[in-house]
């Protein structure tokens, strides 16, 4: 393992990436270099994997909010992005035609099967890095959301964004309101959420680097370009961010390799925990 130096990612010592098989999608190697997967299939894991994996770093709050009201915001927002997931990975079992349900994509994977931005990953850190970190990505999925559920190809994905959009237009309301709050709080607040957006914005580029199976999905007919929402995106961010009295940070090199597998150390004790009851008992069902 190395570390990138640059951030803080892992809080204060930066964050591990790992070398390997595929890790030239880390390193910044071409996209031309990695194996192209079926590009339908691979576009619905990316879908269900951020959802899923910050479903779960959010339900690492419960029982633990700084309010009671906002513990119980939490895990309605964590189950929200849990129930996107089973639907978006339960029609990417359906794609891939494998036999694989949404159970089996979500706790018989390894870390480098998963396609999650490296952004939602990070952990949870302090409730002002988990507000950052979730207004950052709330901002996203809503247009992401919002393309997918006026797009007419795949019925199936249609149906389910229209729903998640509902529901990521709250999120966004919600961790909006509280970067509002926080950033424009107490010198304390303050200091705590400014180096959040700090450490969290080398991971939001990410978000917008399309490769192969983004094009591929663009010509389909299925997912919106990306490169159209990005502006769209930093204006609404540089609009909480004015609000908040917070300072954008510079932009520079951008971390990049969750959409081919390359994560930071930390997806690995996340899924160990998030899979280990499941692995432990295959096969098991309720009754």
Known sequence: MSEISSGVGGRESGVPVA????????SGAPDSQLPTPDPHFEYLLRLGDDRL?????????CGHGPILEEDIAMANI????????????????????????????????????????????????DFGFTM???FLFDAYDVL??????QQTVNADLAGIAAKAHKEARYHLRHSAAWVIKLGDGTEESHARVQRALDECWRYTG???????????????????DLAMLQPRWQERVEEVVH???????????????????????????????????????PGATWG
């Open 132 to 134: 950052v970190r979730q």
């Open 144 to 149: 992401v959301t919002d393309a997918l559920q």
């Open 243 to 281: 609000a908040a009295t917070l300072t954008l940070p510079a932009s520079g090199y951008m971390q990049r390799g969750g959409r081919a597998g390359q994560h930071t150390e930390h997806l690995g004790y996340l899924l160990a925990e998030m899979q280990s009851v499941a692995r432990a008992f």
């Open 19 to 26: 070398h390997g098989p595929g890790a030239a999608a880390a």
């Open 78 to 125: 964590a189950l929200d992005l849990i129930g996107q997931a089973n639907l978006i990975l339960g029609l990417a079992g359906r794609v891939e035609g494998a036999g694989r349900d949404q159970d089996t994509l979500a706790y018989f994977r390894g870390e480098r099967e998963y396609r999650n931005c490296q952004l939602v990953e990070l952990p949870k850190g």
């Open 53 to 61: 994996v910050l479903g779960h770093r959010l339900s690492e709050w």
């Open 206 to 224: 990410e978000l917008f680097m399309a490769d192969a199976v983004d094009a591929a999905m663009q010509e389909a007919g299925i997912a919106p």
